[in-house]
């Protein structure tokens, strides 16, 4: 019986996190279920990888060549394909160059094909106005993810506004919900301990807009003048920083003051973070970009135990429920918003609530291991084996 599988990749291990946070601990996964999994992945964005082949724990990883343009590259991807002759093909990401391989592997498919599975864990289309794509490269996205939703096999979504779209689109083909999910702590790992008085918000800088920040941080500022608020993330795009920090001067300056532009923030620095502060926000205006997404950093860091105050939009609500994180209503204004972290701030018998039903419900709701069985089950399912 064929047991191999190829993961196509629409980027490389860099900061993107789709492959290192979802694909490879599945991966991971289904070798320990006897499949035989491969990654090919086209590093445009991780140069220094480009012909790199190793092992990770039964996952082989093919990083292919990248020189020769897009013609080159996929037809690396292809031959990898056709040489490893694999019983699935499960494309991550409708788009770029593992949307590519889906057209091409469709269009000259037999009875002896493998079978062509597509993984979604965003709506591509709604990062084009983010992103500001020029109008062509917008579409042929747009239409990438489209044609790839409906000519797939079967299909896995990240979140349930994606199963919900997807099932719409093509409505014959199984789908599965597979929200990202979390590998147990290390016991040296960085947890939160109670104590700090900040709120920080990991932030990309699309959540929320800045006039709703501004407005939040007003009305937390006036009731927790000594509170400050540490924004930790990279913009999507390099504006938005000075966008969102002129909006903010509209708090007053007494506010503005107390709030930390951090920038990325490396795992290796939440040790000497975690200790300031007393939760976590997650704002979320209900938007397709916030509702269609499942957050990693969300999983990660009620993972650390970290109390959480979150907008209950999309698969944050998931993530949150049965209290593992204080949510606030979708339609929250900013001042409710910020009502709800005031209350976890000054209740630190509610803070360390939040901590321990976040971690026990993250482990038994979330862990790699059993999220990977249900894609070996799924797996079965599709080639009716």
């Known amino acids: 019986m064929n047991r191999r599988i190829c993961f ?33 992945i086209p590093p445009w964005d ?16 093919i990083n292919v060549h990248t020189s020769g343009g897009l013609a080159s590259i996929l037809f690396r991807l292809l031959h990898e394909i056709d040489r490893l002759k694999p019983a699935i ?17 469709w269009q000259r498919r037999t009875h002896q094909s493998p079978r062509l599975l597509l993984d979604a864990d965003d709506w591509e289309q709604a990062w084009a106005p983010v992103n500001r794509y020029s109008w062509p490269l917008a579409r042929f996205l747009a239409w990438q993810e489209e044609w790839g939703i409906r000519h797939a096999d079967g299909l896995t979504a990240a979140s349930r506004w994606l199963v919900t779209q997807i099932g719409q689109a093509n409505p014959t083909a199984p789908i599965l919900h597979l929200p990202n999910g979390i590998d147990p702590p290390a016991p040296d790992s960085v947890q939160w ?5 900040d709120v920080l918000f990991f932030s990309r800088f699309v959540e929320v807009s800045p006039a709703w920040l501004a407005a939040f941080w007003r009305a937390l500022h006036a009731q927790r003048p000594r509170t400050r608020l540490l924004v930790a993330g990279a913009p999507i795009r390099p504006d938005l920083t000075d966008a969102f920090r002129s909006v903010m001067l509209s708090a007053g300056a007494d506010a503005a003051n107390n709030v930390a532009w951090l920038g990325y923030v490396k795992h290796t620095q939440l040790a000497a973070l975690y200790p300031q502060i007393g939760c976590a926000i997650f704002p979320a205006e209900p938007t397709i970009l916030q509702q269609a ?14 109390p959480v105050v979150a907008s209950a939009v999309g698969e944050q609500a998931a993530y949150g429920a049965e209290g593992a994180a204080q949510l606030v209503p979708a339609d929250a204004s900013p001042e409710e918003f910020a009502a709800a972290v005031i209350a976890v701030l ?13 971690r026990r419900r993250l482990l038994e ?18 080639c009716g084996m």
């Open 346 to 358: 000054a209740a630190p018998v509610a803070q360390t609530t939040l901590s321990m039903t976040a």
């Open 293 to 306: 997404k499942c957050s990693v950093r969300l999983a990660t860091t009620l993972l650390s135990g970290v």
């Open 46 to 61: 991780t140069p220094v990888d480009a012909g790199r082949t190793w092992t990770d724990n039964g996952v082989e990883m």
């Open 365 to 382: 709701r979330y862990n790699w291991p059993a999220l990977g069985g249900r894609l070996h089950t799924f797996y079965v399912q599709v």
């Open 8 to 40: 196509v990749a629409p980027f490389g291990l860099g900061q993107k996190s789709t492959i290192w946070a979802r694909t490879l601990p599945l991966a991971r996964v289904l070798a320990a279920y006897g499949w035989q999994p491969t990654i090919l």
């Open 193 to 197: 301990r109670p104590g700090g008085a």
């Open 89 to 105: 093909v499960h494309v991550v990401k409708p788009r770029a160059y593992a949307g590519l391989v889906q057209w091409w592997l």
